[in-house]
């Protein structure tokens, strides 16, 4: 079963708004990692957090990580119209035994001109 | 400079034809990933290799093997394509805990 959920499925906003992703898991993490998917392409690396980190800024990202409630944002300022993708968070299990990321279930972004 | 690359990008086979994806990787990482992944949906791992240890998803048909002659390259087998197999297929390494690089990916067509 996936480990993480994320919310909202679909986001639509203007450019020049901010968009916030949510993302939620079940299990202890050693880290947590967000990534950005264009249709038909590949998985992009966005930012890991790791699970002793509150907080992490890359230009106009911003993710947040909340281990006691075992949750995570992704915030994007001052959106573009070049965002729209889809985002994925994916979780680094604690305790697994070897290397496992358990993706959620994705937030689909939609940015218009 | 491309660090994980997948061939080909687009692979159109007939069904039940023997069809066979590869990946490459230049960060000399010791774990390779498939992953499939359907429209609308997220990635689904299918196995990874351990340097040469293969670990299989419980759920991962028979269907699909794959190979890893060395740490470079590894390549995902499919014996025998049903219709229900085309998908993107995703090829990703790492390093310990670390980040996770994914490969541009292969889309398979099933005819």
């Known amino acids: 079963s996936q480990q993480g959920e994320e919310d909202p499925q679909a986001l639509s906003i203007q450019e020049g708004e901010n968009a916030t992703m949510n993302c939620s898991y079940k299990t202890s993490i050693n880290n947590l990692q967000w990534y950005r998917q264009n249709s038909g392409r590949g998985l992009v690396h966005l930012i890991l957090i790791r699970s002793n980190e509150r907080e992490k800024h890359s230009g106009r990202l911003r993710v947040t990580l909340d281990t006691s409630k075992k949750s995570s944002s992704l915030l994007i300022t001052a959106s573009r119209a070049a965002d729209t993708a889809s985002y994925f968070c994916?979780?680094?299990?604690?305790?697994?035994?070897?290397?496992?990321?358990?993706f959620g279930t994705g937030t689909r972004l939609l940015v218009s001109p | 400079d491309a660090m994980v690359i997948q061939n080909p990008r687009y692979q159109v086979t007939q069904f039940g034809k023997p069809v066979t994806l590869s990946c490459s990787q230049t960060l000399n990482h010791n774990v390779m990933y498939w992953y499939q992944q359907k429209s609308s949906q997220a990635p689904k791992l299918l196995f990874h290799y351990y340097d040469k240890d293969f670990n299989n998803e419980a759920d991962t048909p028979d269907n699909f093997q794959s190979r890893r002659p060395n740490t470079s390259f590894c390549f995902l087998d499919i014996r025998s394509p049903g219709l229900g197999d085309a998908a993107m297929y995703l090829c990703a390494t790492r390093a310990a805990q670390e980040t996770q690089y994914f490969g541009p990916g292969t889309r398979l067509l099933v005819l």
């Open positions: 994916a979780t680094d299990l604690e305790n697994t035994g070897f290397q496992k990321l358990v």
